[in-house]
């Protein structure tokens, strides 16, 4: 009987492939045949609910972000080399002259 089980476990696994859930949020048969990681089962289910709205069903979670990609010309490219980015941030000018956090350290 155990056998068997396991054996629909791996064809669960199976289907959830064919379906488009990917190897990384699938679990393996023993995690759910002796409930030793039933967190990576339930990232699988979610995982095969977020796929459910490829097939007309509703879905669960989140939804899947479809591919965008975008091409450039050299032109813009080039553009974008006089910009500065401000991704590590910018202070404007401001300095901490001035500020003062607590009493001063007495020696």
């Not at 097939?55 to 450039?72: D, L, M, T």
């Amino acid at each position: 009987m155990a056998f068997k089980c396991m054996e629909n476990i791996n064809n669960f696994l199976a289907a959830s492939t064919s379906l488009g859930v990917p190897s990384v949020e699938q679990f393996q048969t023993v995690d759910l045949w002796e409930k030793q990681n039933l967190n990576s089962v339930v990232i699988c289910l979610q995982s095969l609910g977020r796929k459910a709205s490829n097939y007309g069903k509703p879905s669960i979670g989140p939804k899947e972000s479809a591919k965008n990609v975008r091409e450039f010309t050299p032109e813009q490219k080039k553009a974008g080399d006089t910009i500065v980015g401000l991704q590590a941030g910018s202070n404007k000018g401001a300095t901490q002259s001035g500020l003062n956090f607590g009493n001063t350290r007495h020696m």
